[in-house]
């Protein structure tokens, strides 16, 4: 438990710049929409999600070549850190495909779309860890909290693509009026 106590703060470390870029991209994105300038929007969006992706890319990289780093500046326990170097291995494994979910909901958001944004915003957290945090650890015992975090990774990109992809016409393709 306090290999994830440790990884759930890098997370949150990890997260800052991705949500910094969609609190960035949700003026010019909502701006953009309300004045029908949709190349001006998407050029933003796809923008925002290529930094993101590089972003998180550089995270995964990090944190599987180099876990034990993380590891250190919170203990100096060799085992504590090799478990939760372990841990971060398997709860960053897909955090590439976080921003993706993250910048969706930031578009929702921007064009006025509270209900979408509040369902991704609360998706991968509320809706996909939650659950499987509870429910894997009683089948993979502790390795089933860590395996919940990419699970809910894959889930939330899952359902933002879903979303993404039914609204495409307005959002990323012609960015044609609703």
């Known amino acids: 438990m306090a290999a994830y106590g440790v990884a759930q703060r890098v997370i949150a470390f990890a997260v800052m ?8 991209m ?7 929409y309300g004045a029908k300038l ?35 500046i919170f203990t100096s326990d060799p085992e504590f850190i090799e478990i939760g170097s372990n841990a971060m291995q398997i709860i960053f494994s897909l955090y590439f495909i976080v921003g993706v979910q993250i910048i969706a909901g930031g578009i929702y958001q ?34 089933g909290v860590f395996l919940a975090f990419p699970i809910a990774d894959v889930l939330s990109f899952m359902l933002a693509s879903v979303m993404l992809y039914r609204d495409k016409e307005i959002i990323l393709v012609k960015g044609q009026d609703e």
């Open 38 to 72: 949709y190349e001006r929007m998407r050029k933003t969006i796809w923008l925002s999600l290529r930094y993101v992706v590089i972003i998180s890319v550089v995270v995964v990289l990090l944190v599987q070549l180099f876990p034990e780093y993380a590891m250190g």
């Open 110 to 143: 921007a064009i006025g779309k509270p209900r979408q944004a509040l369902i991704l915003s609360l998706a991968r957290q509320v809706f996909f860890l939650v659950p499987l945090v509870i429910i894997l650890p009683i089948y993979f015992g502790v390795y």
């Open 17 to 24: 710049p991705i949500n910094g870029i969609m609190q960035g």
């Open 26 to 32: 949700l003026p010019i994105v909502g701006y953009n």
